[in-house]
């Protein structure tokens, strides 16, 4: 399979605590992107890498929230000190270059965090 | 801000109704639209895209005309079958990286 694998699928966890999602993209994808999508809405751009560069931010990414793309392959997305409003689908999504052209992006079946 | 506005779901039909699915929106110029589809433990996928007024989006047999009178981009089906049963999202292009969504459209399809 050569999609866009997301891990873990389903995280519980507790008020305050940590949690990192990771995203593996098509391997020919130089973009990467991460969008969150809350219950019964669309997905929310929050940011996105081109090759290793975080290129941009949405201000819905607050300072609890972290992503990096140390090697331009895999990209991992950090929240600290969860809080009940973080409880929602994380997806990650990849393209070539020419998504400014196409508007094609390929998204992972996304991670879901439960914050308790 | 740019947004994208779809109608009230969930919508259940039988196989072989015609659908449509309204999506209107509100942007500065004018974006490229699109559709994307969610199926049942998949990711979400484009279905079919116009980038530009009057252009017709065509794929799997929908398809959706860009209309910039009425700012929308309604998807229309004329034959639905039950493997068209998913979750339906319009969206813009908004600047050179990013998307913003509808609420998406659930769609269910009775045998």
């Known amino acids: 399979d050569t999609g866009v694998s997301q891990n873990p699928r389903h995280k519980i966890t507790k008020r305050g605590q940590n949690v990192t999602f990771r995203c593996d993209p098509i391997?020919?994808?130089?973009?990467l992107y991460w969008y969150r999508q809350t219950l019964g809405q669309g997905p929310e751009f929050l940011t996105y890498?081109?090759?290793?560069?975080?290129?941009?931010k949405s201000r819905l990414l607050s300072d609890r929230f972290s992503a990096e793309r140390p090697k331009g392959s895999f990209s991992t997305l950090e929240i600290q000190r969860t809080e009940q409003g973080d409880s929602a689908m994380y997806l990650c999504?990849?393209?070539?270059?020419?998504?400014?052209?196409?508007?094609?992006?390929?998204f992972g079946e996304g991670s879901r965090l439960t914050v308790l | 801000g740019d947004s994208v506005t779809q109608m009230e779901g969930p919508v259940t039909l039988s196989e072989e109704a015609f659908l449509t699915i309204n999506c209107t929106y509100t942007?500065?110029?004018?974006?490229?639209l699109f559709w994307y589809v969610q199926y049942p433990g998949e990711g979400l996928q484009l279905l079919l895209k116009?980038?530009?007024?009057?252009d017709k989006g065509s794929n799997k047999g929908f398809e959706a005309t860009y209309r910039k009178e009425t700012t929308s981009f309604h998807l229309e089906k004329g034959s639905v079958q039950v493997s068209d049963s998913a979750v339906y999202f319009c969206?813009?292009?908004?600047?050179?990286?990013?998307?913003?969504f509808g609420q998406g459209t659930r769609l269910t399809i009775n045998p």
């Open positions: 999504a990849s393209s070539l270059t020419d998504f400014a052209a196409t508007g094609e992006l390929f």
């Open positions: 391997s020919e994808h130089n973009r």
């Open positions: 890498f081109q090759n290793e560069a975080q290129l941009e």
């Open positions: 942007a500065t110029g004018y974006p490229s």
């Open positions: 116009a980038t530009k007024a009057d």
């Open positions: 969206a813009l292009k908004q600047g050179a990286q990013k998307l913003v």
